[in-house]
């Protein structure tokens, strides 16, 4: 975005301590702080998964969820959601459902960019036809959920680490 961005930090149980700017965060030291992560669904039930820009600090050129973003000090997390789906896919998403409310992890890019996040796991339905920004996404695919683990599974070096272990998760709490 061409505005600056603040992020929230956070302690471990998720409260916020202060504020940092968004551009400056993520380092090889990166503080805990607040994030999110959507699954989007179209109407065959399919799951879009997306592939990060060459551009992006961390993780450049991997699959990913449908999109992940941080809330503005003071933003709801759906406001968050539904304007991070506009900025980054160009569309509006309905029916936004909480999947994980305590996922958080930290992970090192091969970079040593270090991601360390709270991160709520959140779906919801796309509203429109994609519009991706370039800076964003290089490509994006519709997929059924089993056939995106077994891709993980065969090839779990070409998706990012959240996915990898939302994936898990979400499977896991299926199953259970």
């Not at 399919?46 to 600090?57: D, F, M, N, P, Q």
């Not at 309905?94 to 270090?114: K, N, P, W």
């Not at 990012?160 to 939302?166: F, T």
């Amino acid at each position: 975005m061409d505005t600056i961005e603040d992020v929230v930090l956070v302690d471990r149980r998720g409260k916020p301590i202060g504020t940092a700017v968004k551009s400056k965060v993520h380092s090889t030291d990166t503080p805990l702080h607040l994030a999110f992560s959507c699954y989007l669904f179209n109407e065959k039930g399919e799951v879009l998964v997306t592939r990060r820009a060459l551009s992006k600090i961390t993780w450049a050129g991997v699959w990913t969820n449908s999109f992940c973003g941080h809330p503005a000090p003071g933003e709801e997390m759906e406001d968050a959601i539904r304007r991070r789906a506009k900025y980054e896919l160009g569309v509006s998403v309905e029916s936004i459902t909480l999947q994980l409310s305590d996922f958080s992890y930290r992970a090192v890019d091969a970079s040593g960019i270090v991601e360390n996040e709270i991160c709520p796991v959140f779906s919801a339905t796309i509203c429109g036809d994609l519009k991706p920004h370039p800076d964003e996404v290089i490509e994006w695919a519709w997929t059924a959920v089993d056939d995106l683990a077994r891709s993980v599974e065969a090839a779990p070096f070409a998706f990012s680490p959240w996915m990898k272990m939302q994936l898990e998760l979400l499977g896991s709490r299926d199953r259970g």
